[in-house]
C-alpha cells in the first residue's frame, strides 16, 4: 500500500487549501478513507473519514462547517477541502483506510505516508 499526500503550504488565518491523498496498491473503491493530522507535542487525530460506497461522511466536530472530505474512485485519490483556516489546524496531515469503517474511525495503522504539512499564521 503505498499513500501519497500533497497540498500542503503555508497559508493565512481564514484561507484555504486543499489536500489530496493518491492512493495505491489496493482496491480503493472499496476502503473507507480518512484524514487524520499530528500537531506538534500531540497524538494524531482523526479528522474526517468517509464510506467506501455511499460517500457518507463524518468531520470531527472543529472542521464541520469549514472541511469537506470526498474521494474519486476512478483516480484513487482522496481530497479535504479546508476553508477558513486557523492557526490550530497547524498539523502534518495524514491519510488512511481500511475496508472497515471501524478501523478508519480508530486509525490504528501500523503504516502511514509521509504527510503534507499545513502551517496556519494567525
Known amino acids: 500500500v503505498q499513500l501519497v499526500e500533497s497540498g500542503g503550504g503555508l497559508v493565512q488565518t481564514g484561507g484555504s487549501l486543499t489536500l489530496s491523498c493518491a492512493a495505491s496498491?489496493?482496491?480503493?473503491?472499496?476502503?473507507?478513507m480518512a484524514w487524520y493530522r499530528q500537531a506538534p507535542g500531540k497524538q494524531r487525530e482523526l479528522v474526517a473519514a468517509i464510506t467506501s460506497e455511499s460517500g457518507a461522511t463524518w468531520l470531527t466536530a472543529s472542521v464541520k462547517g469549514r472541511f469537506t472530505v470526498s474521494r474519486d474512485n476512478a483516480k484513487n485519490t482522496l481530497y479535504l477541502q479546508m476553508n477558513r483556516l486557523r492557526p490550530e489546524d497547524t498539523a502534518v496531515y495524514y491519510c488512511?483506510?481500511?475496508?472497515?469503517?471501524?478501523?478508519?474511525?480508530?486509525?490504528?495503522?501500523?503504516?502511514w505516508g509521509q504527510g503534507t504539512q499545513v502551517t496556519v499564521s494567525s
Open positions: 496498491g489496493i482496491t480503493f473503491s472499496d476502503n473507507a
Open positions: 488512511n483506510g481500511d475496508l472497515r469503517w471501524g478501523a478508519v474511525m480508530e486509525g490504528l495503522f501500523d503504516s
